[in-house]
């Protein structure tokens, strides 16, 4: 299958492409990094000949909502219709558990990207929990000196690589709208993901957890974020995903 990852060279995306090309698929990745920038739907149709069917997981780092709106309808609009003129098949998105619930924020854009997907007939959403890398990416987002501020998250962080095997498994089938969700085997803060990668990095960095307001802080330090009676459970756990950073 030649299958299109946009957001290829992110965090879960390298994974995807690499597990992907062990099933032998062909992949064309799709990234700013790789000259592709999908805020623009200049040439995105000669990109997209061929391709079976697309992996969507772009991002942009923003917490605003407007913006985050923004940037997921632009992207997810300029794939679908290219991906519309030039064949493809099947759209995935990855969304994250509790985007529909909380949609303000960024998981506002989540929310909306959802709807756009959900309303095609070639769209399939995803929804996963934070990867174990967020405790990090929360930090390099955060981090003032040696002071993070962490919002109070409540989370079931899951391993990018079973998250990646999922999505291969959906977009190799038929498009179905609402798909699968899938989270870790723990429930645990983001604030302790982030003081247990500065304690194998030998880092000192004071993480101080502040709740955030209104219905959205609610949300995301409530159940929000964690698994479904549905969902798909991977085995990897936070201190197993540290060995294996760590190794
Ligand atoms: N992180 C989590 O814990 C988590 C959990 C559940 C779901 N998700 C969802 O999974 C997706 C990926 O998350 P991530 O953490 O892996 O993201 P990430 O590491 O920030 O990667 C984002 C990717 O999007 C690409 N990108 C950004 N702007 C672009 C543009 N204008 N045109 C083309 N490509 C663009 C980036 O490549 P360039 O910079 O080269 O353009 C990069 O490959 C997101 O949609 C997120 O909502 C994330």
Redesign the pocket.
């Known amino acids: 299958m030649r299958l299109a990852v ?8 390298r994974t995807i492409v690499a597990a992907a090309e062990r099933r032998g698929h062909e992949v064309v990745v ?5 000259g ?4 623009s739907s200049s040439g995105l149709e000669q990109h997209l000949a061929g391709v079976d069917a697309v992996i969507d ?5 923003t917490m605003s909502g407007p913006k985050s709106v923004a940037f997921f309808e632009r ?1 997810t609009g300029n794939l679908l219709s290219a991906g519309r003129a030039a064949g493809v098949r099947h759209h995935v998105a ?3 558990i509790g985007a529909p619930e909380i949609d303000s924020g960024y998981y506002g854009g ?1 929310r909306a990207q959802e709807l756009v997907v959900l309303a095609d007939p070639t769209g399939t959403v995803v929804r ?4 174990h ?2 405790g990090l ?1 929360t930090l390099e987002r955060t981090r003032l000196g040696p002071i993070a501020m962490v919002p109070r998250i409540r989370s079931q962080p899951v391993s990018t690589s079973e998250v990646a095997q999922l999505l291969l498994d959906v977009a190799e089938g038929e498009p179905r709208g609402e798909g699968p969700s899938i989270a870790g085997p723990e429930v645990m803060t983001v604030a302790e993901m982030a003081r247990l990668v500065l304690a194998v990095r030998r880092e000192r960095v004071r993480v101080i957890e502040f709740p955030m307001p209104g219905a959205f802080g609610r949300g995301l330090r409530g159940d929000l974020l964690l698994a479904r009676a549905d969902s798909h459970i991977g085995g990897v756990t936070h201190d197993q995903w540290l060995a294996e950073e760590q190794a």
């Open positions: 946009a957001g290829g060279t992110g965090v879960v995306g799709l990234s700013r990094a790789k592709v920038d999908l805020t997981v772009t991002s942009v780092l992207v990855l969304s994250i989540k996963a929990a934070q990867f890398e967020f990416q």
